[in-house]
């Protein structure tokens, strides 16, 4: 298993042209997996690219551990969760970089939610996977008034 950290001088600045990006408070991380053998990740840095993000090499850790592995012994993974702060967003390309199986990726999102790290995937799209879903009783009702202008829009006659 190999995995390193790259460390060169850089600063997220909030980009024209509207890419994904935090504010100076907020930063984002990016963690990759990538078990092919590469010493460096070019093709998952180009994706995270025009996913959006404008990519901090300080920022970015990149694991290579086979996908059987489970998240808890992932070096790279733990050292990262533990980096991040509370407030802060975490991206990875595919959930399988978050664990070994179903179970172990739901732990690792759930750990996620209660250190308060924002967790984003890019093949599931720009959803915060830690974020609450809305309230039953807020569904319901913007699910019962959009059926309702659905099925019992009154559309206006045209003036003859």
């Not at 180009?46 to 990149?62: M, P």
């Not at 319901?140 to 019992?152: E, Q, V």
Request: with cysteine; hydrophobic share 40%.
């Amino acid at each position: 298993m190999q995995s390193s950290w790259l460390f060169p001088p850089a600063r997220m600045n909030d980009h024209p042209g509207g890419r994904r990006q935090a504010s100076s408070s907020r930063k984002t991380y990016f963690y990759i997996n990538s078990p092919r053998g590469r010493p460096f990740p070019e093709q998952e840095l180009i994706e995270l690219d025009r996913a959006g993000y404008t990519v901090v090499l300080s920022r970015v850790a990149i694991e290579s551990a086979p996908p059987y592995v489970p998240a808890s012994a992932r070096a790279e993974l733990c050292a990262l969760l533990r980096r991040v702060a509370p407030g802060e967003l975490l991206v990875v390309l595919e959930l399988a970089a978050l664990g070994c199986s179903a179970r172990d990726v739901l732990s690792t999102v759930t750990q996620c939610r209660k250190a308060k790290i924002a967790l984003r995937c890019v093949e599931l799209g720009a959803a915060d996977l830690t974020a609450r879903p809305p309230s039953r009783r807020q569904s319901r009702r913007s699910g019962r008034s959009s059926i309702w202008n659905k099925r019992f829009a009154v559309s206006e006659a045209p003036a003859v």
